[in-house]
């Protein structure tokens, strides 16, 4: 075989695959080439390295090597060590060779010299292929996901009445969402009944938690919250259409056959009148709302809410325990992203005392900083002022009286106005842990010029001279190239939205339309959830088999089928 030579192309592809699942991905590509005359021949020249000849195309020859990176962090929030399912070392050839994938390999795709439109055709083909691959989690990744969600595994037995649904799924792209869509799998959801959306967000793992998505048969999407909020650009949009045809003809395949379709969203489908009586899109069947700014879309949807919908977003689960993990990671990553900034014995200002402000407030108090609050709502004013923050009614009488370094908004609306850009000083950091909280910046409406700051966010040069940061991308911080919350601290979260679906597919005939909440919270109790988190990770001596290291597996011996 000629070796390659400097003038043909090559691309480079890194990620979790040994030689045994690089040569894999070239069997199936070549697999799945038509051809007018013979197809490409494939030919083993040894351990991580094949070369591919495109019968009719003479003198090219495309050459597939593979080396092992050094070890690196993790791919997953847990590493991947000896907790591998009997599933994933029966796929592989050897224990060592899933050991070595979980490193990853470095794969080279390169041709001898330029190539025809039929050879670029397969390198095309094969640079796509091993890329989808090698951005998939392993299987022994996917197990330590589960492995991490003990409380998802304690109530995902099978529930006949899933066999008659299918499910839409709309929120961010990160772990503890594969966990829950594998437990909704296991309780009886097929797999190519289920449409995953992201959110738009850039966390940290979108692109693997998408191919994994992909490689269980799920369709997997976009539906951007700008577009839902009404401020995406025109390309967003026209994507978003895109999606929604095929979110359209996903209900409608499943209506065809008799099957219901529920949804668990944050309100961004029901917000385009698929809950509603309108007429004018094909309706979904039943939803579980997961957040409070989801509620506020159901409300302002056009037409007349026409079926169930389990509020989660209210529930006595996620107001006690899910805003304490929210605020732990909104803090978590506010440190990270800015890891030479100073916080003991400076001025934060924090704009909306709600239930994940309150939080906030207390935890950086909690590291030493002068917190101070700015609510329109007096209540919530009184209570900061009595747990013993500053207080403020207005942002301006904030920024006027002090100079705070950093402004965090939890407010879930545009937390400052054009009118209050001008009092920002010098240097300030703007952390937002809402969509809308500084869009008066990151949607251009006051005038400022932008640079860009890779990894950190936007500085924002502003008419009166200032010149301020906006950290991230203007949306939730805590979902900025990261993973935002914990698999364990999600986990009780996720296992409540597993037995809400549970229980409104078994029952969807027997609620009205409109938003639940009481009965969210009798189920969750019904189920005993709260005594089960307990045991698992708060009581000393639990007992074996319940707690979140414990590495029991559901019958069978794998997590994932």
Same mark, same amino acid.
């Given at each position: 075989?000629?070796?390659?030579?400097?003038?043909?192309?090559?691309?480079?592809?890194?990620?979790? %695959?040994?030689?045994?699942?690089?040569?894999?991905?070239?069997?199936?590509?070549?697999?799945?080439?038509?051809?007018?005359?013979?197809?490409?021949?494939?030919?083993?020249?040894?351990?991580?390295?094949?070369?591919?000849?495109?019968?009719?195309?003479?003198?090219?020859?495309?050459?597939?090597?593979?080396?092992? %990176?050094?070890?690196?962090?993790?791919?997953?929030?847990?590493?991947?060590?000896?907790?591998?399912?009997?599933?994933?070392?029966?796929?592989? =050839?050897?224990?060592?060779?899933?050991?070595?994938? +979980?490193?990853?390999?470095?794969? %080279?795709?390169?041709?001898?010299?330029?190539?025809?439109?039929?050879?670029?055709?397969? #390198?095309?083909?094969?640079?796509?292929?091993?890329?989808?691959?090698?951005?998939?989690?392993?299987?022994?990744?996917?197990?330590?996901?589960?492995?991490?969600?003990?409380?998802?595994?304690?109530?995902?037995?099978?529930?006949?009445?899933?066999?008659?649904?299918?499910?839409?799924?709309?929120?961010?792209?990160?772990?503890?969402?594969?966990?829950?869509?594998?437990?909704?799998?296991?309780?009886?959801?097929?797999?190519?009944?289920?449409?995953?959306?992201?959110?738009?967000?850039?966390?940290?793992?979108?692109?693997?938690?998408?191919?994994?998505?992909?490689?269980?048969?799920?369709?997997?999407?976009?539906?951007?919250?700008?577009?839902?909020?009404?401020?995406?650009?025109?390309?967003?949009?026209?994507?978003?259409?895109?999606?929604?045809?095929?979110?359209?003809?996903?209900?409608?395949? +499943?209506?065809?056959?008799?099957?219901?379709?529920?949804?668990?969203?944050? $309100?961004?489908?029901?917000?385009?009148?698929?809950?509603?009586?309108?007429?004018?899109?094909?309706?979904?069947?039943?939803?579980?709302?997961?957040?409070?700014? $989801?509620?506020?879309?159901?409300?302002?949807?056009?037409?007349?809410?026409?079926?169930?919908?389990?509020?989660?977003?209210?529930?006595?689960?996620?107001?006690?325990? &899910?805003?304490?993990?929210?605020?732990?990671?909104?803090?978590?990553?506010?440190?990270?992203?800015?890891?030479?900034?100073? #916080?003991?014995?400076?001025?934060?200002?924090?704009?909306?005392? &709600?239930?994940?402000?309150?939080?906030?407030?207390? +935890?950086?108090?909690?590291?030493?900083?002068?917190?101070?609050?700015?609510?329109?709502?007096?209540?919530?004013?009184?209570? =900061?002022?009595?747990?013993?923050?500053?207080?403020?009614?207005?942002?301006?009488? =904030?920024?006027?009286?002090?100079?705070?370094?950093?402004?965090?908004?939890?407010?879930? &609306?545009?937390?400052?106005?054009?009118?209050?850009?001008?009092?920002?000083?010098?240097?300030?950091?703007?952390?937002?842990?809402?969509?809308?909280? #500084?869009?008066?910046?990151?949607?251009?409406?006051?005038?400022?010029?932008?640079?860009?700051?890779?990894?950190? $966010?936007?500085?924002?040069?502003?008419?009166?001279?200032?010149?301020?940061?906006?950290?991230?991308?203007?949306?939730?911080?805590?979902?900025?190239?990261?993973?935002?919350?914990?698999?364990?601290?999600?986990?009780?979260?996720?296992?409540?939205?597993? %037995? +809400?679906?549970?229980?409104?597919?078994?029952?969807?005939?027997? #609620?009205?339309?409109?938003?639940?909440?009481?009965?969210?919270?009798?189920?969750?109790?019904?189920?005993?959830?709260?005594?089960?988190?307990?045991?698992?990770?708060?009581?000393?001596?639990?007992?074996?088999?319940?707690?979140?290291?414990?590495?029991?597996?559901?019958?069978?011996?794998?997590?994932?089928?």
């Amino acid at each position: 075989m000629s070796p390659c030579g400097p003038s043909g192309p090559f691309e480079v592809v890194d990620g979790c %695959l040994d030689p045994v699942a690089v040569l894999a991905a070239v069997r199936t590509v070549i697999a799945g080439q038509t051809w007018p005359r013979e197809p490409a021949r494939l030919y083993e020249e040894g351990p991580g390295r094949c070369a591919v000849r495109v019968e009719g195309v003479e003198g090219v020859e495309l050459t597939v090597r593979s080396a092992p %990176l050094p070890a690196g962090p993790p791919g997953t929030l847990d590493a991947v060590t000896s907790v591998v399912s009997a599933a994933s070392a029966a796929s592989a =050839a050897s224990a060592a060779s899933v050991a070595s994938a +979980a490193y990853g390999h470095r794969v %080279l795709v390169s041709a001898s010299a330029p190539l025809p439109p039929r050879a670029q055709s397969v #390198f095309a083909a094969l640079v796509e292929e091993l890329g989808r691959r090698a951005r998939c989690y392993t299987q022994a990744e996917a197990d330590s996901i589960v492995a991490a969600m003990p409380l998802l595994g304690r109530y995902d037995a099978p529930e006949p009445a899933f066999a008659e649904w299918a499910l839409i799924f709309r929120d961010h792209y990160v772990e503890n969402s594969v966990g829950l869509l594998l437990a909704m799998e296991r309780a009886g959801i097929a797999p190519e009944w289920i449409y995953a959306l992201s959110k738009g967000d850039r966390t940290l793992h979108r692109d693997r938690v998408h191919a994994w998505f992909l490689h269980r048969g799920y369709a997997s999407d976009v539906l951007d919250n700008s577009v839902i909020n009404g401020t995406a650009d025109e390309a967003a949009r026209a994507e978003a259409l895109a999606v929604d045809a095929r979110v359209e003809d996903f209900i409608r395949r +499943a209506h065809a056959v008799g099957r219901k379709v529920l949804v668990i969203d944050d $309100g961004g489908l029901l917000a385009q009148g698929r809950g509603s009586d309108n007429g004018l899109v094909e309706p979904v069947d039943a939803a579980i709302e997961l957040t409070v700014s $989801g509620l506020k879309r159901i409300h302002d949807a056009p037409g007349r809410l026409a079926v169930p919908v389990l509020n989660m977003a209210r529930s006595q689960l996620k107001s006690r325990l &899910g805003y304490n993990e929210i605020a732990d990671s909104c803090v978590r990553r506010l440190r990270a992203i800015v890891p030479g900034e100073k #916080f003991i014995g400076r001025h934060v200002l924090v704009l909306g005392y &709600g239930t994940l402000g309150n939080r906030v407030a207390h +935890a950086l108090r909690a590291l030493g900083c002068r917190v101070h609050v700015v609510d329109t709502d007096i209540l919530a004013l009184i209570t =900061a002022a009595e747990d013993g923050f500053e207080t403020h009614r207005t942002i301006a009488e =904030a920024l006027t009286g002090h100079r705070p370094f950093l402004v965090i908004g939890s407010s879930g &609306g545009t937390a400052i106005t054009e009118r209050d850009v001008p009092l920002l000083a010098d240097g300030t950091l703007l952390a937002g842990f809402a969509t809308k909280d #500084f869009s008066v910046l990151s949607e251009g409406r006051c005038g400022a010029t932008s640079t860009p700051v890779p990894y950190v $966010g936007v500085r924002h040069h502003l008419p009166h001279g200032a010149t301020v940061t906006l950290l991230g991308d203007g949306r939730s911080l805590n979902l900025y190239e990261y993973e935002g919350i914990a698999n364990r601290g999600y986990d009780a979260y996720r296992a409540g939205t597993l %037995l +809400a679906a549970k229980r409104l597919c078994r029952d969807a005939d027997s #609620f009205t339309p409109g938003v639940h909440l009481d009965v969210v919270d009798e189920l969750i109790d019904e189920a005993g959830l709260f005594p089960a988190y307990y045991d698992c990770y708060l009581r000393e001596g639990r007992p074996s088999g319940t707690g979140p290291h414990d590495t029991a597996k559901p019958e069978g011996g794998a997590y994932v089928r």
